[in-house]
């Protein structure tokens, strides 16, 4: 049995390095072709509640508004997902339609750190059972939140100020936000992403749990408590933030990678795999890079049968890599004879 706990103690040296710059997608399978997904991109999924199984599928599409106001339109398949790859999102919108009638508009954070690439937002639209074509009715999203005409004034001038990385002054307007309502999870929300960027750490941690208490299922707010845990060194934190993740939402592959992250750096490689291995089952395309981070591992501890392995799974998954040659050859000079 190889022993990953050693593997991981290895591997952790490397990976303080490049744990600040992690971004990931769970809804973006070509995205994978970058170690540790540094492709800027906008994703996430529309579901629609109310259709009947054997009903035609409405015509659903959804358009991508940048901050310059350029629009880009995606058709919507089954699965209801989309991704718009190589985008800065940041302040940008998202609009859904359904036959052509706008069912939702939801506005994106501000990027308020430049390793903050990507970006996911999901809807929850409902239908009459009925009438499957008829125009939707009710929209909802994760970051959808019905705020008084003041704090919404206050929300968007802080949106700009966070545009013109004025973070100082973002904060204050913020902080007003919640101080008046203090169920606003999108402004907690900012406001972690705010101290994160200001590298005020303890408040940050403060806002996401704030976050956390006006909206337990926030998954955004439990992956990015768990990577400013991460930055404190606190990685025993960082897991529990993490695993609360994935029980909010099982089918979180991005959940299960930074989890993976988190107890490779707590030397806790076995569980660290596990949970990576996890991603890769949960999105095969899309976290398949999970591939190259294990062979890395095993490479920097002399494991080079089991890295050639994970290189190996890896070109299956993605064969047109740009350094698909250079995996090739270091598995022809180091052949696994693994399952």
């Given at each position: 049995m190889f022993n990953f706990q050693v593997v991981a103690i290895c591997f952790a040296v490397f990976l303080s390095v490049s744990v600040t710059h992690s971004q990931s997608s769970d809804a973006c399978s070509e995205v994978a072709s970058s170690l540790w997904l540094d492709t800027p991109a906008v994703y996430g999924r529309v579901v629609i509640d109310g259709i009947e199984d054997h009903a035609r599928p409405p015509k659903v599409t959804v358009t991508l508004i940048s901050r310059e106001q350029a629009r880009t339109t995606v058709t919507l398949d089954r699965s209801g997902k989309f991704c718009f790859r190589e985008v800065d999102g940041s302040g940008g919108a998202l609009v859904v339609e359904v036959e052509d009638n706008e069912v939702g508009r939801q506005s994106l954070p501000v990027r308020a750190s430049k390793t903050m690439k990507q970006f996911q937002q999901d809807f929850e639209i409902?239908?009459?059972?009925?009438?499957?074509?008829?125009?939707?009715?009710?929209?909802?999203?994760?970051?959808?939140?019905?705020?008084?005409?003041?704090?919404?004034?206050?929300?968007?001038?802080?949106?700009?100020?966070?545009?013109?990385?004025?973070?100082?002054?973002?904060?204050?307007?913020?902080?007003?936000?919640?101080?008046?309502?203090?169920?606003?999870?999108?402004?907690?929300?900012?406001?972690?992403?705010?101290?994160?960027?200001?590298?005020?750490?303890?408040?940050?941690?403060?806002?996401?749990?704030?976050?956390?208490?006006?909206?337990?299922?926030?998954?955004?707010?439990?992956?990015?408590?768990?990577?400013?845990?991460?930055?404190?060194?606190?990685?025993?934190?960082?897991?529990?933030?993490?695993?609360?993740?994935?029980?909010?939402?099982?089918?979180?592959?991005?959940?299960?990678?930074?989890?993976?992250?988190?107890?490779?750096?707590?030397?806790?490689?076995?569980?660290?795999?596990?949970?990576?291995?996890?991603?890769?089952?949960?999105?095969?395309?899309?976290?398949?890079?999970?591939?190259?981070?294990?062979?890395?591992?095993?490479?920097?501890?002399?494991?080079?049968?089991?890295?050639?392995?994970?290189?190996?799974?890896?070109?299956?998954?993605?064969?047109?890599?740009?350094?698909?040659?250079?995996?090739q050859k270091y598995i022809l000079e180091h052949p696994d004879g693994l399952n």
């Open positions: 409902s239908m009459p059972k009925k009438n499957a074509a008829s125009r939707p009715g009710v929209v909802s999203a994760k970051f959808q939140y019905s705020r008084k005409s003041e704090n919404m004034k206050l929300f968007e001038e802080a949106n700009a100020l966070l545009r013109q990385r004025d973070h100082k002054r973002a904060v204050h307007l913020l902080k007003q936000i919640v101080a008046s309502d203090p169920e606003d999870f999108p402004a907690w929300t900012q406001l972690g992403l705010a101290h994160t960027e200001l590298n005020d750490h303890t408040a940050a941690v403060n806002a996401y749990e704030n976050a956390l208490k006006a909206k337990p299922d926030l998954g955004i707010a439990m992956i990015q408590l768990g990577r400013v845990r991460m930055l404190q060194g606190r990685y025993d934190l960082a897991i529990r933030s993490l695993s609360d993740a994935t029980k909010a939402d099982p089918t979180s592959a991005r959940s299960f990678r930074l989890l993976g992250e988190a107890y490779i750096m707590d030397k806790k490689g076995t569980l660290g795999v596990e949970a990576l291995n996890e991603a890769i089952r949960l999105e095969p395309v899309a976290m398949a890079d999970g591939h190259l981070l294990m062979a890395k591992l095993y490479d920097l501890a002399g494991a080079k049968k089991h890295a050639s392995r994970e290189y190996r799974l890896f070109l299956q998954k993605v064969p047109e890599h740009p350094e698909a040659k250079r995996f």
